[in-house]
């Protein structure tokens, strides 16, 4: 009689209550958000690449809506991060690559500028200076 309470009780716990499918989708759900929040952190800490970190921002995105979309629980909350640090990064990483872009005098890019380049000496840190600064529209003889 013993026998017939133990697996009254081991079917009970081994019944439909927790679905393997739903719980092994919910996890690629949440792999993919905790993959977009990586790559939108990846994204923002990069703005001041130069655009670097737009690709990641990009991929984090996509991601992300495939969590919103697709996601339910943890999954769902992680893809809404995701798009928000994703977002936040393309946008940083856009402003800093159109800022970079509006920096250079794009008038001074030619043939002729790079040629003096093999005129200069190599040691002379004030020459060099002077002949970058002409691609720059701010000051950059403190850096």
Known sequence: M???????????????????QNYEKENKKKGLGIAAVI???????CCS??????????????F????????SGSGKTLG?????LSGIGVLLNLYMLVWFVMSIR???V?????????NIDPNDEEAIRQWVQQFFKMDISGY
Do not use: R
């Open 106 to 108: 794009w008038e001074n």
């Open 110 to 118: 030619n043939a002729d500028v790079f040629n003096q380049l093999e």
């Open 64 to 71: 992300s809506i495939i969590c919103l979309v697709k996601g």
């Open 2 to 20: 013993q026998d017939t309470e133990t697996n009254y009780t081991q079917s009970n716990y081994m019944g439909d209550q927790y679905p393997v």
């Open 39 to 45: 790559l939108g952190s990846i994204s923002v800490l």
């Open 49 to 62: 690449c130069m655009g670097m970190g737009i690709i990641p921002g990009l991929i984090g995105l996509i």
């Open 80 to 84: 809404i991060v995701g798009v928000v």
